[in-house]
Nanobody, 117 residues
Framework: QVQLVESGGGLVQAGGSLRLSCTAS????????TGWYRQAPGKQRELVAE???????NYADSVKGRFTIGRDSAENTVYLQMNSLKPEDTAVYYC???????????WGQGTQVTVSS
């Protein structure tokens, strides 16, 4: 059973920073693709950032230059460093991973990020 656990969410003032972590129960080195998504109340879930097995990254226009996705091999996590946070970044953030050799993808349970103005 593959599990993903997000952590690092919380309440922060606008302009502040948070670092979200997605810890996997299976080696991150065999992950084909990992994405961080977010869902605000009343809105659809949207892709925020993703990283592939080769290290290529992709970001939503709304977070480019402020968020960074990366991998921490020592902790077996994929992180999302969020700087210059804005109230519109408030949402539940989820990670999703696809492993080489495994069908489909796996979701974490989500972590709440609230940015106050």
């Amino acid at each position: 059973q593959v599990q993903l656990v997000e952590s690092g969410g919380g309440l922060v003032q606008a302009g502040g920073s948070l670092r979200l972590s997605c810890t996997a129960s299976r080696s991150i080195f065999s992950i084909k693709r990992t994405g961080w998504y977010r869902q605000a109340p009343g809105k659809q879930r949207e892709l925020v950032a993703e990283i592939t097995v080769g290290g290529s990254t992709n970001y939503a226009d709304s977070v480019k230059g402020r968020f960074t996705i990366g991998r921490d091999s020592a902790e077996n996590t994929v992180y999302l460093q969020m700087n210059s946070l804005k109230p519109e970044d408030t949402a539940v953030y989820y990670c999703r991973a696809e492993w080489l050799g495994l069908p489909g993808g796996y979701w974490g349970q989500g972590t709440q990020v609230t940015v106050s103005s």
